[in-house]
């Protein structure tokens, strides 16, 4: 059984950086499409960033330049880098591997 569990959400001051992390279990992180997802309070789930199966990776506009996803296969755990950290990426971040999610850890980010 695919698991994936979430780590790094806190509470930052507008400007600062966190780091998310998602240790996967039941299956190697390596050669499989990556992503973590957004969802504020009263809107969809939205996609951040991604990392395809070869290492490609595209982000939201929103982020570009902002926030870095990678992958280190030794750990077998996915991360989501966030700097220059703005109000508005507040909200739940989910962590997607093929067809499981995590269970959503908060990011807040106060002005």
């Known amino acids: 059984q695919v698991q994936l569990v979430e780590s790094g959400g806190g509470l930052v001051q507008a400007g600062g950086s966190l780091r998310l992390s998602c240790a996967a279990s039941?299956?190697?992180?390596?050669?499989?499409?990556v992503a973590w997802y957004r969802q504020a309070p009263g809107k969809q789930r939205d996609l951040v960033a991604e990392s395809d199966d070869v290492g490609s990776t595209s982000y939201a506009e929103s982020v570009k330049g902002r926030f870095t996803i990678f992958r280190l296969v030794a750990d077998n755990t996915m991360y989501l880098q966030m700097n220059s950290l703005k109000p508005e990426d507040s909200g739940l971040y989910y962590c997607?591997?093929?067809?499981?999610w995590g269970q959503g850890i908060q990011v807040t980010v106060s002005s």
């Open positions: 997607n591997m093929g067809t499981t």
């Open positions: 039941g299956r190697s992180i390596f050669n499989i499409d």
